[in-house]
């Protein structure tokens, strides 16, 4: 038997049973109406992902997937098809040649791939509350700050801005209170404290500049094959909340970002969210809505999300609802609580009459799943009991040195592994405190050297007052001129001449009246 497909699909399996039996395919005008992937731990979830995406990737079709355990990454290699992996393909009628799509590495802490970047302006309050576990208060004066910032034209960016920013308003509490409404200081401090937190976290490495360009997650090669956009995961993994909020982040930036295209005759990326559980822990009604949203209306841009986990049941019903190709490998129920996922797993496939599907699901080997996509008309297919072809890339990690020569030749080197610090809020704000504290500097001169002029003049005041108290009064000169002194005798002459005078003639009268 050789295995034949029709354009426009790509081959995941070989159904095994019932009149159906042959390839189990998915198509291509269909991929963006979303899917999952479920099964235990060591089911082969990773090798069916692997799969998928090198076809997609054949296809013409971009993928970005996050490599939670670093097994995935030997997509990148031709692989070394062994004897069982031969033999496989064998039964199934297909011939294995060994190949590798391109491949493009990404890690958030710039280790073992291409740095991702955002700025706190594109996460937004609503996420950024998450990725913090902020309550509603701590997120209603988040949510202020972010109104300030565009309001004042800081530009939030990276972590010290967002730390600026804080400390911007808790100064201004009072009039910002008056306005947007009460404003705590001590609730501004409880987010700076998990600010730092997220920080150790190493976190500040996501926040930045350059911001990662969507077009750069969707290229393809000279030969027309989609890149295969591969996040190493395995230590971001470790901040659950960090790498929920992350893979959320990205798909609202491709639903607001991309135009409306309906139903492509491909898909323009393909999207897969490993650990999808993490998405949905704890998570708020609002953000619950908001990730419905996104998997409800980002299909129309062609973009197409792909859940991996462990339970269907991790997925609420109502973006479960959404998701059309369904890839189920085996569950065990040894608790109630697993045999309630898994009968919610068996009612989700369209029945077929060939095996009872819950029995089936328990009973599923390595390398076995139970297969439903959806067909022309966009309607569940029968559930196929499906052998999942084995990959022609390499089963297994890249090794460091692999790893370091793809990331060197890739289409983005260069682009994000320098840091961009541009003057944003922090250095707005520091360059205000800087002026406001030199004016202040200024005026404390100027009145400092306003006192001290003040206080000299009243000195010398203190001086001159002093002086007129003490300072003898001028003594008027006892000598005489030559001039005054004959002046002097002159007038003494002639007084004394006018006086014999009178005398005489008073004395000569009282002679004469005698």
């Given at each position: 038997m050789t295995l034949t497909?029709?354009?426009?699909?790509?081959?995941?399996?070989?159904a095994q049973e019932g009149a159906a039996a042959g390839p189990v395919t998915?198509?291509?005008?269909?991929?963006?109406?979303?899917?999952?992937?479920?099964?235990?731990?060591?089911?082969?979830?990773?090798?069916?992902?692997?799969?998928?995406?090198?076809?997609?990737?054949?296809?013409?079709?971009?993928?970005?997937?996050a490599d939670v355990k670093g097994d995935l990454s030997g997509v990148g290699a031709i692989g070394v098809p062994n004897d069982k992996m031969l033999a496989r393909a064998a039964s199934m009628g297909l011939t294995l040649t060994p190949s590798a799509p391109p491949v493009v590495f990404w890690d958030l802490f710039g280790q073992k791939g291409h740095p991702i970047r955002t700025t706190i302006s594109e996460m937004g309050p609503l996420l950024?509350?998450?990725?913090?576990?902020?309550?509603?208060?701590?997120?209603?004066?988040?949510?202020v700050v972010f109104h300030v910032a565009d309001q004042d034209g800081l530009l939030l960016l990276d972590l010290k801005d967002l730390q600026a920013a804080l400390k911007y308003v808790a100064d201004h509490a009072a009039e910002i209170g008056t306005q947007y409404g009460n404003v705590s200081p001590a609730t501004v401090g409880a987010i700076q404290r998990k600010l730092l937190t997220l920080q150790s976290?190493?976190?500040?490495?996501?926040?930045?500049?350059?911001?990662?360009?969507?077009?750069?997650?969707?290229?393809t090669d000279?030969?027309?094959?989609?890149?295969?956009?591969?996040?190493?995961?395995?230590?971001?993994?470790?901040?659950?909340?960090?790498?929920?909020?992350?893979?959320?982040?990205?798909?609202?930036?491709?639903?607001?970002?991309?135009p409306e295209v309906g139903d492509p005759e491909k898909p323009k990326l393909v999207f897969f969210f490993d650990e999808a559980h993490l998405l949905f822990n704890d998570a708020e009604k609002p953000l619950l809505e908001k990730i419905e949203q996104v998997v409800r209306l980002i299909r129309s841009k062609g973009v197409g999300i792909y859940f991996v986990t462990q339970n269907p049941a991790d997925i609420p019903d109502a973006v479960l609802g959404q998701l059309g190709a369904r890839v189920q490998h085996a569950l065990r129920a040894y608790t109630p609580a697993d045999q309630k996922g898994l009968k919610a797993a068996a009612q989700s496939f369209r029945v077929n009459p060939a095996f009872d599907t819950a029995e089936t699901i328990q009973a599923l080997g390595v390398g076995e799943a139970l297969i439903s996509t959806l067909d022309a008309k966009g309607a569940p297919c029968v559930v196929q009991k499906t052998l999942i072809r084995p990959p022609a890339s390499r089963l297994g990690p890249l090794t460091p040195e692999e790893r370091a020569a793809l990331i060197a030749k890739s289409p983005v080197a260069g682009l994000y592994d320098t840091t961009l610090d541009r003057a944003s809020a922090y250095e707005t704000l520091q360059g205000r405190a800087a002026q406001a504290q030199q004016q202040a500097d200024t005026?404390?001169?100027?009145?400092?050297?306003?006192?001290?002029?003040?206080?000299?003049?009243?000195?010398?005041?203190?001086?001159e007052a002093r002086e007129s108290r003490t300072a003898p009064r001028p003594r008027?000169?006892?000598?005489?001129?030559?001039?005054?002194?004959?002046?002097?005798?002159?007038?003494?002459?002639?007084?004394?001449?006018?006086?014999?005078?009178?005398?005489?003639?008073?004395?000569?009268?009282?002679?004469?009246?005698r």
């Open positions: 497909i029709g354009d426009g699909e790509i081959l995941i399996g070989l998915q198509r291509l005008d269909r991929s963006n109406r979303h899917g999952v992937v479920a099964g235990a731990t060591g089911t082969g979830k990773t090798v069916t992902l692997q799969v998928m995406a090198q076809a997609f990737s054949d296809a013409g079709v971009p993928v970005f997937a950024l509350s998450r990725l913090l576990e902020l309550n509603d208060v701590q997120e209603g004066v988040l949510t976290q190493g976190a500040e490495n996501f926040f930045g500049e350059p911001a990662l360009k969507l077009a750069d997650l969707m290229r000279v030969a027309g094959r989609g890149y295969v956009n591969l996040l190493a995961a395995d230590k971001l993994i470790q901040s659950p909340k960090l790498y929920s909020t992350f893979l959320l982040w990205l798909l609202s930036e491709l639903f607001e970002e991309l005026a404390a001169a100027q009145a400092e050297a306003e006192r001290q002029r003040a206080a000299a003049e009243k000195v010398r005041e203190r001086e008027a000169s006892s000598r005489q001129s030559m001039g005054e002194a004959f002046a002097t005798s002159l007038l003494r002459t002639i007084a004394n001449q006018a006086g014999r005078e009178i005398m005489r003639g008073l004395m000569g009268g009282m002679s004469r009246r």
